[in-house]
């Protein structure tokens, strides 16, 4: 029953669906559940209409989806959630202005996963995001507060990871993944020691193909603070 007391986290979803499914899937696998009733209760509204972040960051003249974004979490904080999770790493781009007015904590993603680079003592990492998190140095400026260095990919390459994620992922078709590789291969040599999965679309390549462990999915980051926040994490997450 709602209103039983139970802790109640909100997901702003679509952005995209792919991401939002495979978030919750991740929420689902790293809760320390052994029956149904043990795992966490979510309120997850899909809302793929939602306008591009990333053209809006380029182009201020586009359609700004912080109304949209802002309307969603009103709700979500109306029905209950005690906090807020957004499965897409462009939009942590608004977060300070999406938490202004809100009751509840808005999950910044990008934030923890500095955090836990710093714990694991990494000094550099390579950074695969869109081109709306490149443009505003999203993981950047949060990497700089810890001495971490980072390196993007070049602009031919950024080109690529754009396709990848629009494309190809927001598409529904899958990537030649031997491409994502090279790219990362490109960054190991510039001295990235990891490299970050910086769009919650790159993520889901996850689903598709065997990754190697240099990388640092943020869905893997942001799904497993959101367990430790909720419920019990299992064991085998708690190195990413």
Same mark, same amino acid.
């Given at each position: 029953?709602?209103? *039983?007391? %139970?802790?109640?986290?909100?997901?702003?979803?679509?952005?995209?669906?792919?991401?939002?499914? =495979?978030?919750? +899937?991740?929420?689902?696998?790293?809760?320390?559940?052994?029956?149904?009733?043990?795992?966490?209760?979510?309120?997850?509204?899909?809302?793929?209409?939602?306008? *591009?972040?990333?053209?809006?960051?380029l182009?201020?003249?586009?359609?700004?989806?912080?109304?949209?974004? +802002?309307?969603?979490?009103?709700?979500?904080?109306?029905?209950?959630?005690? +906090?807020?999770?957004?499965?897409? @790493?462009?939009?942590?781009?608004?977060?300070?202005?999406?938490?202004?007015?809100?009751?509840?904590?808005?999950?910044?993603?990008?934030?923890?996963?500095?955090? =836990?680079l710093? &714990?694991?003592?990494?000094?550099?990492?390579g950074?695969?995001?869109?081109?709306?998190?490149? /443009?505003s140095?999203?993981?950047?400026?949060?990497? /700089? %507060? =810890?001495?971490?260095? =980072?390196?993007?990919?070049?602009? /031919?390459?950024? %080109?690529?990871?754009?396709?990848?994620?629009?494309?190809?992922?927001?598409?529904?078709?899958?990537?030649? *993944?031997?491409?994502?590789?090279?790219?990362?291969?490109?960054?190991? %040599?510039?001295?990235?020691?990891?490299?970050?999965?910086?769009?919650? &679309?790159?993520?889901?390549?996850? &689903?598709?193909?065997?990754?190697?462990?240099?990388?640092?999915?943020?869905?893997?980051?942001?799904?497993?603070?959101? @367990?430790?926040?909720?419920?019990k994490?299992?064991?085998?997450? /708690?190195?990413?």
């Amino acid at each position: 029953m709602m209103g *039983d007391g %139970k802790k109640v986290l909100g997901i702003i979803g679509g952005l995209g669906p792919l991401a939002t499914s =495979y978030f919750m +899937k991740k929420i689902v696998l790293m809760t320390d559940a052994s029956i149904d009733q043990e795992h966490i209760r979510m309120i997850i509204y899909n809302c793929p209409d939602i306008p *591009d972040r990333t053209r809006y960051i380029l182009d201020k003249s586009a359609q700004d989806p912080l109304p949209y974004m +802002k309307d969603v979490a009103l709700r979500l904080q109306s029905d209950g959630a005690c +906090k807020i999770a957004i499965p897409c @790493v462009t939009a942590q781009f608004y977060h300070n202005r999406l938490q202004e007015g809100l009751d509840i904590p808005v999950q910044n993603g990008v934030k923890e996963a500095a955090d =836990y680079l710093r &714990e694991s003592g990494c000094k550099s990492v390579g950074i695969l995001a869109t081109d709306g998190t490149v /443009e505003s140095n999203l993981f950047g400026l949060e990497l /700089e %507060k =810890y001495g971490i260095s =980072y390196i993007y990919p070049s602009a /031919e390459d950024q %080109k690529i990871i754009m396709s990848i994620i629009y494309d190809c992922v927001k598409a529904g078709k899958k990537p030649d *993944d031997s491409v994502l590789m090279q790219i990362s291969r490109n960054l190991r %040599k510039q001295g990235a020691e990891r490299v970050i999965l910086g769009c919650t &679309e790159l993520s889901v390549i996850k &689903e598709w193909f065997d990754l190697p462990p240099c990388f640092l999915d943020m869905l893997d980051v942001m799904a497993r603070s959101c @367990v430790k926040s909720f419920s019990k994490l299992r064991k085998e997450y /708690e190195v990413l």
